[in-house]
T-cell receptor
Framework: KAGVTQTPRYLIKTRGQQVTLSCSPI?????VSWYQQTPGQGLQFLFE???????NKGNFPGRFSGRQFSNSRSEMNVSTLELGDSALYLC?????????????FGPGTRLTVL | QKEVEQNSGPLSVPEGAIASLNCTYS??????FFWYRQYSGKSPELIMS????GDKEDGRFTAQLNKASQYVSLLIRDSQPSDSATYLC??????????????FGTGTLLAVQP
């Protein structure tokens, strides 16, 4: 069974631009969560999608948004990029929304904002 | 107080020894706990999940949970140089509803010396 895939793997943008990242979960998994990882803040939860609906949101500004499609694929968008948005963006896939669900991470998208 | 705390390390152990990694969490209602391994430049990889007090073994790995003390640990027996990585403790805070949100510690860097 294929794992979680994320595209693109690397991205370089300039301040003020916007970016869209894509995530395809493991086949059969319906929940997708997004995390941001930086050296200073570690891994932080961005948001969670299930059945095309955002179910939970972390403490990030409204410039960070996302959506989920009927095939469970998800995208996240960051508008008006800031230097501090440079990070590894990770997508995690799980079967459902039970607290016992195990989450499996994709390889991540490394975003650099210049 | 951080919600999930880990000693950042580095924890240095000789090859063949037992490595003991510790994690404490602040939210007493947390029900599910996960250990991830992250190699430098890679995404987190799920090693173990644990939900009940006591020990859970999987190969060379043993997770231990003590909810009364709000403490979870990971033991790695017969440590190998290939185990050298950052180990992340993650907790599902379970704020009264189904969620896949995980709160991560900052990770412990393990170095296994040949």
């Amino acid at each position: 069974k294929a794992g979680v895939t994320q595209t693109p793997r690397y991205l370089i943008k300039t301040r003020g631009q916007q970016v869209t990242l894509s995530c395809s979960p493991i086949s059969g998994h319906r929940s997708v969560s997004w995390y941001q990882q930086t050296p200073g803040q570690g891994l932080q939860f961005l948001f969670e999608y299930f059945s095309e609906t955002q179910r939970n949101k972390g403490n990030f500004p409204g410039r960070f948004s996302g959506r989920q499609f009927s095939n469970s694929r998800s995208e996240m968008n960051v508008s008006t990029l800031e230097l501090g948005d440079s990070a590894l963006y990770l997508c995690a896939s799980s079967l459902g929304r039970d607290k016992y669900n195990e989450q499996f991470f994709g390889p991540g998208t490394r975003l650099t904002v210049l | 107080q951080k919600e999930v705390e880990q000693n950042s390390g580095p924890l240095s152990v000789p090859e063949g020894a037992i490595a003991s990694l510790n994690c404490t969490y602040s939210d007493r209602v947390s029900q599910s706990f996960f250990w991830y391994r992250q190699y430098s430049g890679k995404s987190p990889e799920l090693i173990m999940s644990i939900y009940s007090n006591g020990d859970k073994e999987d190969g060379r790995f043993t997770a231990q949970l003590n909810k009364a003390s709000q403490y979870v640990s990971l033991l790695i027996r017969d440590s190998q140089p290939s185990d050298s990585a950052t180990y992340l403790c993650a907790v599902n805070p379970d704020y009264g509803g189904a969620t896949n949100k995980l709160i991560f510690g900052t990770g412990t860097l393990l170095a296994v010396q040949p």
